[in-house]
């Protein structure tokens, strides 16, 4: 038997399973012959779209307006060796409201990218966030291979937020809610009439008005819609006293709305064959909720007892009798009972059983009815992990029941995925088992000493060796927080080995998967549960067992820019010179010749790393620009913010943790006080303002010549507009535009303030080509202009002048006033060099500077891509002496952030970071990954005291 066991190498083992009688672990054989063409396809998929994981480390798990998000990313590909399929992450910061406030691209170098993300004040409030973050390889497999985290962001800015204390209770459909209102200061607020709103998402349920007691407190009752689910409850109250707005999400769990799943292993419960059922209730929350029950046949007789293990999720065993339904009776929290009926039983089929023992084998069943066995037919099992098949085995079902042993050795440690197929390749039955090698990491983190004083330098000694005892060489990143700011539960709930390693295979949320880890007795069946009822990411058989996958979005392994040329008759354009030059802070050229179809690549690019636009240009050997059309593949399919579900994060005002609060009232003060401490003693004195000269657009066709307009718009601020129109470009750049109705009230039209606006493009006024004695209807005109502003592109413009003010309007009113004035059938005036106070005009100057009917030049294409963020530098206070900076108090929440550690070669690092000034504990987290892909984590405590 050839078998390859070296980690991370493909091993697949191909078996010929013989049965020899009933019930008997069958002895495996290696098979002579070629390799069934279900694991061939596997194989060529896998080849074909190898997967990638992403996780990303935050410095802590919650944040307020104005503070920094700092995170590590970490990116592997299937048998978690770092990918070199993408040389960057793309992360949004998605609002509650499911918007994407930011979109950023980070780079990736070995498999590892730095960044972080400011929350700033103009673009982030107080609410719920997401981050997702995926490369653009990582779209091949859908939404849910992305990478999601989700944390609460509190605005220290409102000095009038209200602390509540919320104590809710559920009878029937009636809701009690026991409210106390409190200041900052945890005193009670007092009397006050208040405005209140219930909502389910965006949809209002009621409106009422309420006062406080005297001691804060606000008793409510009201009633849920019957036979509607309420996934996102919120209570919205108004204190008219000083109109502060509060958000109380409501975490209620009606039994009608408790979600109760029963999911057989293997995929079905069949007649007569032992069913091993798990069940999973989850609450309108998103979180599990435990139950208890009892199943019933349609007599009502009781079959079997069952009650959940953890998280809502349980397991019991039965044998489905013919003709039989069965319903689960259930008891809720709170005595409320539940009735399920258990899905669909079949008649005839197979069942897998997957026993995962503490002994070094998992244990292998699969049952058939009789008239699925055969002598002849070939079934194969197959078991794969981390996107390569490490198992395979043809097996004869002929007996009732087939036992064999498949040894874990074969496997990484990771989740098992074990398909069974009939012999047209068919799948019939899935598993998951998660094995664990126990050969991740082991790190270490010396500190000399548990206990230090404020402002003390604390040095750190870290070791990390492998399961054998042989050093690491590896990147790690480390975290240190303030306990008493950061809540320890919030910090460990998921970690690089449990993101990369579970929930990487399984779709949906995962309650606390670090849990599953622990020593607790319960953690290893509970797990087994997990993966019993969890959704996995797996395959559309069908679309690889019937034809060749393709990906749809490329692998970006470097930064490159590539497109194709094709001629006016749309046929690709060969041996043409394709010229790119860059704008902005990278200055380039480069040119190269496209390939017999067309195409061109251009490749060693320095990092984007601010708003670069690039122009390219096809010309002929002789230098001149050819009528051909350029495009570039920008691979910019807009991504739908679809998010998994995740628990709603409970605002820090909601009975609030001390934890929290403390956090919440030093982040602001500490933010103040920093700045003081980097600007220094001189922070005060006025700075010499140097007043530049006008921008110059380039090109203008302004009458009044370079420089002279009430506005410009240069080319800088419009490379920052992105893709948007030319309509959109003026809307959002010009002061004071808008629609609006001109003399008369005639018709809708643009404006500039009190003027009706005329647009000058490349210096030609575009009203010369509008003919109003054809187009009677009064809103015509305006759409006129409105269809020319949007031909363009901001892309196609160079720059935008505002001319309102007589000294700069005269010469064009010189030049266009006839065309004008028979445009409003107003009297011309006759004194040549006359104003018309009514009339704004707005020059704009094209890149192809050929008026306002030459939109898209061609041979000519200009492409801004997305800029890479390079990451800021943390900054923490230095203290070579204790009484330096006598005056500031050192606040930190996120004490030290430090994203690159590299182990040497004896898998030794050292580092070490200054204690801020409150007595407490902090927290470390030091975890990271080698180049093969095995990670490591650690946490360890730190006690800052008075006293050593």
């Not at 998921?494 to 579970?502: D, V, W």
Request: hydrophobic share 35%.
């Amino acid at each position: 038997m050839n078998i390859l066991l070296r980690k991370r190498t493909a091993r697949l083992l191909f078996f010929f399973l013989p049965l020899l009688f009933l019930s008997t672990y069958v002895q495996a054989q290696s098979s002579t012959g070629s390799s069934p063409s279900v694991v061939d396809k596997i194989n060529q998929y896998n080849e074909n779209l190898p997967g990638e994981r992403l996780y990303l480390h935050f410095d802590k798990p919650y944040y307020t307006v104005g503070d920094t998000v700092w995170f590590k990313g970490y990116l592997v590909n299937s048998i978690m060796a770092y990918s070199p399929l993408s040389s960057r992450i793309y992360v949004d910061l998605i609002s509650d409201s499911n918007k994407v406030v930011k979109h950023f691209v980070f780079p990736v170098s070995l498999g590892l990218a730095i960044g972080n993300i400011y929350l700033d004040e103009k673009l982030v409030h107080e609410g719920a966030y997401t981050i997702r973050a995926y490369t653009n390889w990582m779209r091949n497999f859908g939404a849910e291979q992305f990478f999601y985290s989700n944390f609460y962001v509190a605005n220290t800015g409102n000095k009038n937020i209200l602390l509540i204390n919320s104590n809710t209770s559920l009878a029937a459909n009636n809701v009690k809610l026991d409210l106390k209102f409190s200041g900052i200061d945890k005193q009670p607020i007092g009397i006050r009439d208040m405005q209140l709103k219930l909502a389910d998402g965006k949809k209002t349920l009621n409106r009422s008005s309420a006062q406080t007691l005297a001691s804060g407190g606000l008793n409510l009752n009201f009633d849920l819609p019957d036979n509607i689910p309420v996934k996102n409850l919120t209570l919205v109250t108004q204190d008219k006293k000083d109109n502060t707005i509060e958000r109380i999400p409501l975490q209620i769990n009606r039994g009608a709305d408790v979600d109760v799943q029963f999911m057989p292993e293997g995929g079905q419960a069949v007649e007569l064959l032992p069913a091993h059922i798990g069940f999973k209730a989850i609450g309108e929350d998103g979180k599990g909720v435990p139950i208890k029950g009892i199943l019933l046949d349609k007599e009502n007789n009781e079959q079997v007892s069952f009650e959940s293990v953890h998280e809502g999720m349980g397991v019991f065993d039965f044998v489905p009798q013919p003709g039989e339904t069965y319903t689960a009776k259930i008891t809720l929290p709170g005595g409320e009972i539940k009735t399920v009926n258990i899905s669909e039983i079949k008649n005839s089929g197979t069942v897998l059983k997957i026993k995962n023992t503490p002994s070094d084998s998992l244990e292998v069943s699969i049952f058939s009815t009789k008239d699925i066995q055969s002598a002849t037919n070939d079934y194969t099992i197959m078991g794969q992990s981390q996107g390569m098949v490490y198992y395979a085995a043809t097996i004869k079902l002929n007996r009732d029941i087939v036992n064999f042993k498949v040894s874990k050795s074969l496997f990484p440690t990771g989740v098992a995925h074990f398909t069974l197929f009939n012999a047209q390749n068919q799948p019939l039955n899935e598993r998951l088992s998660f094995i664990n090698h126990n050969d991740n990491l082991k790190v270490e983190i010396n500190a000399g000493s548990a206990l230090y004083t404020p402002r003390d330098s604390i040095p750190l000694h870290i070791i990390v060796k492998d399961n054998k005892g042989n050093p690491v060489v590896g990147s790690f990143s480390l975290a240190v927080t303030d306990d008493g700011q950061i809540k320890k539960a919030d910090v460990s709930k998921t970690n690089i080995f449990t993101q990369l390693l579970l929930a990487s295979d399984l779709k949906g949320y995962i309650e606390n998967p670090t849990w599953y880890f622990t020593p607790d007795n319960d953690a290893p069946k509970a797990l087994d549960i997990l993966l019993l009822t969890q959704g996995w990411v797996g395959y559309n058989w069908k679309d690889i067992l019937n034809k060749p996958v393709q990906p749809a979005f490329t692998a970006e392994p470097e930064y490159i820019i590539s497109g194709k040329v094709n001629n006016i008759l749309n046929k690709p354009m060969a041996n043409s010179n394709i010229i790119l030059v860059s704008t902005g802070k990278v200055k380039l050229y480069k040119d190269t010749v496209t390939n017999a179809a067309g195409q061109f690549v251009f490749k060693n690019f320095p990092p984007i790393t601010d708003s670069t636009t690039f122009v390219l240009e096809a010309r002929k050997l002789k230098g001149r620009i050819i009528n051909a059309g350029i495009s570039v593949d920008e691979n910019r399919t807009p991504l739908a913010v679809v998010l998994p579900y995740f628990p709603v994060p409970i605002p820090w005002y909601i009975n609030s943790d001390s934890t929290v609060l403390n956090y919440v009232k030093k982040s602001s003060d500490y933010r103040d006080a920093i700045e003081d401490l980097k600007n220094g003693p001189d922070k005060h004195i006025l700075k010499t303002v140097n007043v530049k000269g006008k921008a110059i657009i380039k090109d203008s066709k302004n009458l009044n010549g370079i420089g002279n307009y009430d506005q410009a718009i240069t080319q800088d601020d419009i490379e920052k507009a992105g893709k948007i129109s030319l309509l959109q470009l003026i809307k959002q750049k010009v002061n004071s535009f808008h629609d609006g109705y001109g003399p008369k009230g005639k018709g809708l039209t643009f404006m500039l303030k009190d003027k009706k606006v005329h647009f000058s493009i490349d210096g030609f006024d575009i009203d010369r080509f509008y003919d109003p004695s054809d187009n009677p209807i009064p809103d015509d005109h305006y759409n006129y202009q409105k269809d020319i502003l949007e031909y363009f592109t901001a892309e196609d413009i160079t720059g935008i002048e505002v001319l309102y003010n007589p000294q700069y309007t005269a010469l064009y009113d010189d030049q266009n006033l006839p065309v004008l004035y028979d445009d409003q059938n107003l009297p011309t005036p006759s004194v040549s060099g006359s104003t018309d106070p009514t009339i704004a005009y707005i020059e704009i100057t094209t890149r192809s500077g050929q008026g306002p009917y030459a939109n898209s030049p061609k041979g000519i294409y200009v492409y801004r891509p997305a800029p890479i963020t390079i990451p800021a530098q943390f900054y923490t206070p230095r203290y070579p002496v204790k009484n330096v900076y006598p005056g500031f108090t050192d606040l930190r929440s996120t004490i030290h952030w430090e994203p690159n550690i590299i182990t040497n070669k004896n898998g030794e690092a050292n580092t070490f970071f200054y204690a801020a000034d409150p007595l407490t504990t902090y927290t470390l987290i030091l975890q990271g990954a080698d180049l093969n892909g095995n990670v490591g984590y650690t946490t360890q405590k730190i006690t800052i005291t008075n006293k050593k």
